[in-house]
């Protein structure tokens, strides 16, 4: 069962756009909301992350919105850039028996043209 | 300089052989983990550990067993190889605490089995 629903699963955006990718969940024992960005050939590194009692955090050109009565989370990107083209996850994360367990979505690969 | 690190990068190996991948870092986290990475991108938990001694089995059923004897090495082992193991292996840390959720990922061990 999958408890984050990511989409769109690809995404084509020319330069200086605003790519949204979208996430969903269930389970509202989740207290973290990170995100993970990865290049081909290497492995996710943490992007910018939430906690559920902000509705937006802002890292550079980077945003998070939280709708928590919704259990929804997005990433936008302004001022898109070619160097942004990577494939980006989204994850929750519960503390569960004293410890962390995280679930990550199905990922969203990002081209951005110039 | 903090970081993880995963040996080798690529490997191709035929069938039946054993294998072992490495993985080992300099932060000092407690937690670490190996995802297995489909072609089309998700991750998939398969082995995690919260210290020295400690191993669990992850969200998917994986024939590869690991270890952690020292806090900072993490290493993976198949004993009989086979093509169906062929994929991305993802090795993970973190420090877990209440302040701190993030991964840090290595980059990663392309396996083909053939």
């Known amino acids: 069962q999958q408890q984050v629903k990511q989409s769109p699963q690809s995404l084509i955006v020319q330069k200086g756009g605003i790519p949204i990718i979208n996430c969903a969940y269930e389970?509202?024992?989740?207290?973290?909301f990170p995100w993970y960005q990865q290049f081909p050939g290497k492995g996710p590194a943490l992007l910018i992350a939430i906690r559920p009692d902000v509705s937006e955090k802002k890292e550079g050109r980077f945003t998070i919105s939280f709708n928590k009565s919704a259990k929804q989370f997005s990433l936008h990107i302004m001022d898109s850039q070619p160097g942004d083209s990577a494939t980006y996850f989204c994850a929750a994360s519960s503390r569960s028996g004293g410890y962390q367990k995280v679930t990550f979505g199905t990922g969203t690969k990002l081209q951005v043209i110039p | 300089e903090a970081d993880i690190y995963q040996t080798p990068r690529y490997l191709v190996i035929g069938t039946g052989k054993k294998i072992t991948l490495e993985c080992s870092q300099t932060m000092g986290h407690d937690k670490m983990y190996w995802y297995q990475q489909d072609p089309g991108m998700e991750l998939h938990l398969i082995h995690y550990?919260?210290?020295?001694?400690?191993?669990e089995k992850g969200d998917l059923s994986s024939e590869s067993t690991v270890s952690r004897i020292r806090t900072e090495h993490f290493p993976l082992t198949l004993e009989s190889a086979r093509p169906s193991h062929t994929s991305q292996y993802l090795c993970a840390s973190s420090a877990g605490s209440k302040t701190n959720y993030g991964y840090t990922f290595g980059s990663g061990t392309r396996l083909t089995v053939v």
């Open positions: 389970n509202t024992a989740f207290d973290y």
């Open positions: 550990s919260y210290g020295v001694n400690s191993t």
